[in-house]
């Protein structure tokens, strides 16, 4: 199972540029996650409409109507494992801990935002993954591969 991870788009409204890496990257993967910061209505309108399998959480920057609409963390199982996702919050370097401990052990991987920077490490058996700031210019997501009997896999993929 391939899982697209993407976070901090900061976008109101789904740009021709994003609206290219979704067509050439997101769309074929089993399930897209948003980490938070979709930001506006319109950009989550569109991963709605788009995608069967999406699934977004709040972050720090989203407002308004987008913030109503989505929780803080979700979990989903995924191919026997245990995926939670949180966006994040408070000084960059303190958010992977914060994220695990919101979380515990009982999950295989933490999937979170915020910091803008990739991330693929372990921590106490609970593998944390941020997939970095989908924005113009020097942004990229994460592809996750998920399969039974197998470590997860993540592998960042750079877009300009």
């Given at each position: 199972m391939l899982?697209?991870?993407?976070?901090?788009?900061?976008?109101?409204?789904?740009?021709?540029?994003?609206r290219r890496i979704?067509?050439?990257?997101?769309a074929q993967a089993d399930t897209l996650v948003h980490c938070g910061?979709?930001?506006g209505p319109g950009l989550l309108a569109f991963l709605e409409g788009c995608h069967?399998?999406?699934h977004?959480?709040?972050?720090?920057?989203?407002?308004?109507?987008?913030?109503?609409?989505?929780?803080?963390?979700?979990?989903?199982?995924?191919?026997?494992?245990?995926?939670?996702?949180?966006?994040?919050?408070?000084?960059?370097?303190?958010v992977p801990d914060f994220?695990?401990?919101?979380?515990?052990?009982?999950?295989?991987?933490?999937?979170f935002g915020h910091t803008h920077r990739f991330t693929w490490a372990s921590r106490d058996g609970v593998r944390l993954l941020n997939p970095g700031a989908l924005q113009e210019g020097d942004g990229s997501f994460a592809l996750l591969t998920l399969?039974?009997?197998?470590?997860?896999?993540?592998?960042q993929i750079l877009v300009s």
């Open positions: 899982i697209a991870v993407i976070s901090d788009t900061h976008l109101p409204e789904p740009t021709a540029w994003f979704f067509e050439q990257h997101l910061d979709v930001t069967p399998d999406f977004s959480v709040c972050g720090n920057m989203c407002a308004g109507p987008v913030h109503s609409r989505l929780s803080a963390r979700l979990s989903l199982n995924r191919e026997g494992f245990r995926l939670g996702v949180m966006h994040g919050y408070g000084p960059r370097s303190e994220v695990a401990d919101a979380f515990g052990p009982d999950y295989d991987v933490l999937c399969e039974r009997g197998r470590e997860p896999e993540a592998r």
